[in-house]
């Protein structure tokens, strides 16, 4: 999967968790919550909605790491290639 057709799922799954949020309007590199109403409760659901779509354990350490839609993207975009890295030795 490509780095774009992870960030339209992940918007996808944004969007589900806060219908609100305009992806016009969303800073890609700022993070979510400083730019919409974006509560713990949220936050939790979309990082449970992307660890179910993309099929991975995302652990509460990395939560830091999907602050953003650009940094939730690199973190999947790295997880997937470890994972492939992995699978292919």
Same mark, same amino acid.
């Given at each position: 999967m490509s780095a774009d057709e992870i960030r339209s799922v992940v918007l996808e799954k944004l969007l589900q968790v806060a219908p609100d949020i305009d992806?016009? %309007?969303? &800073?890609? %590199?700022?993070?979510?919550? &400083? %730019?919409?109403d974006f509560d713990s409760m949220d936050f939790m659901h979309f990082a449970i909605a992307i660890g179910r779509e993309f099929q991975i354990d995302i652990p509460e350490q990395?939560?830091?790491k999907l602050q953003s839609l650009d940094s939730t993207v690199d973190y999947l975009v790295r997880n997937s290639s470890a994972r492939t890295n992995a699978i292919g030795k």
């Open positions: 992806p016009v %309007q969303l &800073d890609a %590199q700022m993070p979510i919550r &400083d %730019q919409y990395d939560y830091t």
